[in-house]
């Protein structure tokens, strides 16, 4: 049987029908339609699924969607400006960090968040930070530099906000 969660995604009200067993990746991947949280490995070990969870970096596989009604969850999709991109994002595009591409959301979440915490980290805080987030490719170092980067506004003004 299922049940309706309402919450708020990257901004908006949204509902969703989700069965018990139904975790926050699969209701915003198949339930609504975004592509950003990709299922890696679908146990919290790559993080490739990151979302912020009322301000936090979660792993969207290892969260019961029945759990999430009345929070704010953010996604790719809501912190991407509709012109351009975040400045995390074109820090790791500039940079390139991003080979194959399917842990880059993911990053781009977790440090986001981070950021949000500490907006002026050094290299070593930001490879802890980002120490959930696996990355097949091992550009790892060019994440946190990245990161760093965007940090110190190199590739746009971060907001106080984080957007």
Not at 132 to 155: H, I, M, P, Q, T
Request: charged share 20%; with cysteine; aromatic share 4%.
């Amino acid at each position: 049987m299922k049940h309706i969660v309402s919450f708020v995604l990257n901004g908006n009200p949204v509902e969703a029908a989700v069965a018990p067993e139904h975790t926050l990746l699969e209701t915003l991947r198949d339930g609504l339609g975004l592509t950003s949280p990709k299922c890696g490995c679908n146990h919290g070990d790559c993080g490739s699924c990151t979302v912020i969870l009322d301000g936090e970096a979660v792993k969207s596989c290892l969260v019961l969607a029945m759990t999430v009604g009345g929070k704010r969850i953010e996604t790719l999709e809501g912190i991407t400006p509709r012109e351009g991109l975040h400045p995390v994002q074109k820090a790791m595009h500039e940079m390139g960090a991003p080979q194959c591409g399917y842990c880059t959301p993911g990053m781009v979440m977790a440090s986001v968040a981070y950021l949000r915490k500490n907006p002026a980290p050094n290299l070593e805080e930001v490879k802890e930070a980002l120490s959930g987030n696996l990355c097949r490719c091992a550009s790892y170092d060019k994440y946190a530099n990245a990161v760093v980067a965007a940090s110190r506004g190199e590739f746009g003004a971060m907001s106080k906000g984080g957007v």
